[in-house]
């Protein structure tokens, strides 16, 4: 009598184990079904049998793992039977098995004839072993749902990961798409990828009904249609590019070139059929400042070229048609060259203004609109307002630097009015409403006194984040308490009513030298040692951080530094040249409080790692009189360059020597591959360490973080000294 075994597919078997949620209802068992083909002298058998299932750890001998299983009156059709085993969760550990069959044929029903075992026992394919995955405890089922409960990286097709990953896939493809699908049952849903912090959501989704690809973050902000339009702003882009904005610029490009001719929107069209536009801007509604084409460039904000039949730049508004802001040069500039009387390089028509200038230069003798007469009884500028009502203004200067200039031996500027007298509005950032200039001692450029009941003896404002109500250039002196956003009540008292904008702010510009500071705090010499430099404190009184007089410092809270250790300044007897980060360090037993690097294998002298850059640096210095001490002063400074620790202690043969945290390490695997957790101890590698399985005490320099298979290297080593 033979046996010829059938086994299932693999996809069988996932099959058995992935079963249908209905199935699900109910956690699974253990037991596996088994298939074969029963023959007697290679003829089918065709009637019942009994048989025995015992499960071995080996092909021959080896040990019994579970069994024998007995199924006595078993079915056999053509010679095909089918059986349920169930040798329990824990013979499945994932290591290799196999089935030996004893048959007795036909059934005996006194169980008194002898069994006949099968040869060759038949190894066990992948089903069964799904038993173990359910044993090992990482996945389990919860009604419909099958969870993974692994903690670390679950990848398909691959074991690495790529970054800070926690999911991955790897296509095996060469060429083409590789990749995934997120599908959904019905033609019109909306599959999507989602992102959440916590606290924060967003997601990306295809409307299967429009075919529409949306980009959600608190709404739908981004749309690309399947047209290819793409909307910000808006879910229904008309355009290739259509953007929808609440905020002042919907659409903001910069040229960031310094070199080249750059530009930040350029518009093209090769269009002649009636008004053709390279760059077409609109503003619908009827109230406010709109500008249907704003440019902003140290040349040419807007720029229009066109042929004799044409016009450059042409504007068309109910309030202005053309405007232009001049940072350094001209607002608007217009040059021809006819000969024509009627022809302007600048001509300007409007029901409110004819020409508008303004310029935004800081610096420099520039004007919003410039003038200049020859003649003994003409005007450079004039102006007339003949209306009776309203805000009628003969001249109005609007400027960068100057909105009207007057200048005399008597008074350059004189106004009278029933509200102002002399009124000045700044428009841009750097520019003064008013100014006031004198060269004479005990002048005033601009004087004003406050007497009876005013307040305010010099009263500036604006309602422009970009324009200043005061402005001062160079130095400023307030006799008294100054307050910044409050009535002071110190000295310098600053104070702002708002959740998310900076209280304060301070910069230096330019790249800073050498003996520059950015803030300076200076107590006398002989204060008490409770006075502070710095106090920081919640409105309640709670104070969270001190910097005190005498050099303490005190806080509530975490210190975290950009190292990962504590590092002690140690001197380094054959000098700081003949050491290196990452280097063992060991006592030297000839000098006191010396250290060198290690040479010999296992030394009980060890001491630390050369740290690559401290967390915390402790020494016994004070590191400001080294600092007087070793380098040398320049009369013709008023503030030395402060030079740091580490600095300092290399000019004295001292490096900085890690005695608790994690550090770079030199290590060597002349006693074997290093792998995280080995201990290690010094090796004869100078400046090295090695892995140790049997340390004494006090060899001990810490435990491997990483890796090293041969040869010798650097790794990262948690400094742990015993």
């Known amino acids: 009598m033979r046996i010829e075994q059938m086994r299932r597919l693999r996809a069988s078997c996932l099959l058995l184990w992935l079963a249908p949620a209905a199935l699900l209802a109910a956690p699974l068992s253990t037991s596996f079904t088994y298939q074969g083909q029963l023959k007697l002298a290679g003829t089918a058998v065709n009637e019942a049998a009994d048989f025995e299932f015992t499960l071995h750890d080996a092909e021959t001998l080896g040990a019994v793992v579970a069994g024998p299983i ?10 095909l039977f089918t059986v349920e085993l169930d040798f329990g969760g824990g013979a499945f550990s994932g290591e290799a098995l196999w089935i030996e069959i004893a048959v007795r044929s036909p059934h005996d ?3 008194t004839a002898p069994f006949t075992t099968l040869d060759p026992r038949q190894p066990l394919t992948a089903a069964p072993f799904a038993v173990h995955a359910l044993n090992a405890g990482q996945w389990q089922s919860s009604g419909s749902a099958i969870m993974n409960t692994n903690s670390g990286f679950v990848g398909i ?10 999911f991955g896939v790897h296509a095996p493809v060469n060429n083409g798409y590789g990749g ?8 019109t849903a909306w599959p999507f990828y989602g992102y959440s912090t916590g606290t924060e959501a967003g997601w990306h989704y295809l409307d299967g009904a429009t075919g529409d690809w949306h980009l959600n973050l608190g709404g739908n902000r981004l749309t690309v249609t399947d047209e290819g339009n793409v909307g910000i ?7 290739r590019l259509h953007v929808r904005s609440a905020a002042a610029k919907a659409v903001f490009a910069e040229a960031t070139s310094t070199t080249a001719a750059g530009i930040g929107v350029h518009g093209a069209t090769a269009s002649n059929n009636g008004f053709a536009y390279g760059v077409m801007g609109e503003v619908t509604h009827p109230s406010g400042v709109g500008v249907g084409v704003y440019g902003e460039a140290p040349f040419y904000g807007v720029m229009g070229r066109a042929n004799d039949n044409g016009v450059g730049l042409l504007g068309l508004s109910q309030g202005i048609g053309a405007y232009g802001e001049g940072q350094t040069g001209e607002g608007v500039l217009g040059v021809t060259y006819s000969t024509n009387p009627l022809v302007a390089g600048v001509t300007g028509y409007g029901d ?9 230069a800081a610096t420099g003798v520039v004007y919003g609109v410039y003038g200049r007469t020859s003649s003994s009884g003409g005007f450079g500028v004039y102006g007339e307002n003949t209306a009776a009502t309203g805000s009628a203004t003969g001249v109005k200067g609007v400027g960068g630097v100057y909105g009207v200039v007057g200048e005399s031996s008597g008074v350059g500027t004189l106004g009278y009015g029933n509200i102002f ?3 000045g509005q700044g428009q841009a950032a750097n520019s003064a409403g008013v100014t006031g200039q004198t060269g004479q001692t005990g002048g005033y450029g601009v004087w004003g006194n406050a007497f009876g009941s005013a307040l305010y003896a010099v009263y500036g404002t604006t309602s422009s984040a970009s324009q200043y109500g005061g402005y001062f250039q160079g130095r400023g002196y307030f006799q008294d308490n100054l307050g910044v956003g409050a009535t002071p009540s110190y000295r310098f008292d600053v104070r ?5 904008l900076n209280v304060a702010h301070i910069e230096r510009a330019a790249d800073a030298g050498g003996a520059s500071d950015l803030l300076e705090l200076q107590l006398g010499a002989a204060s008490d040692a409770s006075a502070q430099f710095i106090e920081c404190q919640l409105s309640n009184n709670d104070i969270k951080f001190r910097v005190w007089g005498d050099g303490d410092v005190s806080a509530d809270g975490v210190f975290t530094a950009g190292g990962a250790d504590y590092a002690e300044m140690v001197r380094v007897s054959t000098g700081a040249d003949s050491v290196e980060a990452g280097d063992v360090m060991v006592i030297d037993p000839a000098k006191p409080r010396s250290f060198v690097k290690a040479t010999t294998a296992r030394s009980t002298l060890v001491a630390g790692i050369y740290s690559t850059k401290p967390g915390v640096l402790g020494s016994e210095h004070d590191w400001d009189a080294v600092s007087r001490e070793l380098v040398a002063s320049d009369p013709n400074e008023t503030e030395e360059a402060a030079v740091k620790p580490l600095a300092l202690g290399r000019m004295m043969d001292e490096a900085p020597l890690a005695i608790v945290g994690i550090v770079p390490c030199k290590v060597s695997a002349e006693n074997g591959a290093i792998k995280p957790g080995d201990l290690l101890v010094t090796s004869s590698t100078p400046g090295h360490a090695m892995r140790d399985e049997d340390p004494r005490n006090g060899t001990i320099v810490g435990k491997a973080l990483g890796s090293l298979e041969s040869g010798s290297g650097v790794i990262s080593v948690l400094v742990t000294l015993q």
């Not at 691959?158 to 800070?164: I, K, S, W």
């Not at 702003?233 to 355009?239: I, R």
């Open 352 to 360: 409110n203004r004819g020409v508008y200038g303004q310029t935004q």
């Open 70 to 79: 007995s199924a006595d009156a078993v079915a056999v059709v053509d010679g």
């Open 496 to 500: 702002l009513n708002s959740t998310s």
């Open 233 to 239: 702003g808006t879910t229904t882009p008309s355009q």
């Open 157 to 166: 097709n691959r074991d690495y990961t790529v970054g800070l990953e926690w």
């Open 421 to 423: 007298g002399v009124f």
């Open 109 to 111: 029903p006194s169980d």
């Open 180 to 187: 995934m699908y997120v599908t959904t049952q019905g033609g």
